[in-house]
């Protein structure tokens, strides 16, 4: 399997933390030399292990943000 290069560009938040040390972040990050995208998944302690995640592009970045705003999240029957 080939290795994945990744650069942390920017932490812009972290949702939250388990037990054992892995934080759920939102980071810009750049995947193997590319432009960078907003990144959403879990991290080791060190940023060095990550966990499966999703990235977005700008325009996805934007359309996300577009359904957020639409709906009542205390209205949504989640934990």
Avoid: Y
């Amino acid at each position: 399997m080939a290795e994945i290069k990744f650069d942390i560009i920017k932490n812009i938040a972290v949702l939250s933390e388990g037990a054992k040390g892995w934080k759920r972040e939102v980071n810009i990050i750049s995947w193997n030399g590319r432009k960078p995208k907003i990144d959403i998944r879990d991290w080791d302690e060190s940023s060095v292990k990550m966990g499966k995640g999703v990235t977005l592009s700008k325009a996805e970045l934007k359309q996300l943000k577009e359904v957020l705003d639409q709906i009542n999240i205390d209205e949504l029957d989640i934990d």
